[in-house]
């Protein structure tokens, strides 16, 4: 039995949601936007799941995820809870012949993911993974000066991602918890995005790394922790640029400081995420700040840009063009950079090089 909440305008796409927290109100906002029905929300329990159809304005609360998923009035179901559960929902969801955006990792392990992404290509779904840093316009821009070759040949590239929200020993998660978190938090929550980033932008994939991790705690609030707070990756790329990319959750003061800086033999392009509305392009002789303008931008910068220049788009706007592609997708179009299960098996293979590479001091020849 179910519980109606609101009602919303029926659309094309009918939406359910499984997960109430922080992410599940991005994806609902940006479902709404992309002209979606939100149908139903399920949660940890029922008066969760009530609580949270008011909230994001959802029509109706589930019982539970199994509901969500069976929903004849649901075409996609956004999987926004803990990492552990990822692969059993998606797994559950495309059998039940659902379109499906998972949030990442996809799973906790390469295998699981290398299933889930068959699974999708088997059922003919539009299975998506949120890498929404993809979707930030001047990100595009990035990637449109190195396809035109204006970068020359790639020498190098420098990168992290830095935050200060696991900074105390009395910071507690329950990504910190390896059996909900997965065997990696650091890496697999953040650091996924900045090797996305570096391979969307760069057009290449890093094909061996060697690495180190560190825990600061094996204690928080109680309970044992297993997975870590920093890791720092030494890696090259399949043209043979090196690359150095630091990844902390412990970094005072920075809260969500994604950056990405190419080199090449012409010019060099660096992206910060948290000042998204400009790229830094530099040259031996000089150096300029390309401003966002859909007037003068890519082609694939400018349809992402829903405003005119001068009125700032951010972290919601980038999600929301990553949804609104999913459900273009959904529609039989073919957006381009959309990313998919295979990114979320990419996003896995990495993370398991990565502490593999940490556990044997090794370089790590990456998978394809």
């Known amino acids: 039995m179910t519980t109606e909440v609101i009602d ?5 796409v009918r939406t359910g949601l499984v997960g109430s927290g922080f992410m599940a109100g991005v994806h609902a906002a940006a ?14 329990s029922a008066a969760s799941a009530q609580a949270a159809a008011r909230r994001l304005g959802v029509r109706r609360a589930a019982i539970d995820a199994a509901e969500v998923i069976a929903a004849s009035d649901v075409d996609v179901v956004h999987i926004c809870t803990p990492n552990a559960t990822h692969a059993p929902l998606a797994a559950a969801a495309l059998a039940a012949g659902k379109h499906v955006v998972c949030e990442k990792p996809l799973a906790t392990s390469a295998e699981d993911a290398r299933t889930l992404t068959r699974a999708a290509a088997e059922a003919g779904v539009v299975a998506a993974v949120p890498f929404v840093y993809r979707y930030h316009p001047m990100v595009r821009e990035a990637r449109a000066l190195v396809r035109a070759g204006e970068l020359g040949a790639l020498v190098a590239l420098d990168g992290s991602y830095l935050q200060d929200w696991m900074l105390r020993q009395d910071d507690d998660d329950w990504r910190a918890d390896a059996a909900a978190g997965g065997p990696s938090r650091a890496f697999a929550d953040i650091g996924s995005h900045l090797c996305d980033l570096i391979e969307f932008v760069a057009g290449e994939r890093i094909v061996r790394l060697t690495a180190r991790t560190r825990r600061m705690y094996d204690e928080r609030a109680g309970r044992e922790v297993a ?44 992206f910060d995420q948290e000042r998204p509305e400009e790229l830094w392009v530099g040259s031996r002789t000089s150096s300029r700040l390309l401003l966002r303008d859909p007037a003068v931008a890519a082609p694939d910068s400018a349809r992402l840009q829903t405003v005119p220049a001068g009125h700032p788009m951010g972290y919601q ?21 959309l990313p998919t299960f295979a990114d979320g098996l990419r996003a896995a293979v990495l993370t398991d090089a990565v502490l593999d590479a940490a556990e044997t001091g090794s370089w790590i020849e990456v998978q394809a």
């Open 8 to 12: 919303t305008v029926v659309d094309t």
């Open 31 to 44: 479902a709404r936007r992309a002209g979606a029905r939100l149908t139903a929300v399920a949660s940890s």
């Open 227 to 270: 997975n870590e707070d920093v890791a720092a990756l030494l890696a090259e790329t399949e043209s043979g640029a090196l690359a150095t990319l630091l990844v902390s959750q412990m970094a005072p003061g920075r809260k969500n400081a994604l950056v990405v800086e190419l080199h090449g033999t012409r010019h060099s392009v660096r």
């Open 317 to 337: 706007d980038a999600f929301d063009g990553f949804v609104s592609d999913v459900y273009a997708a959904i529609g039989g179009a073919h957006p381009e950079g």
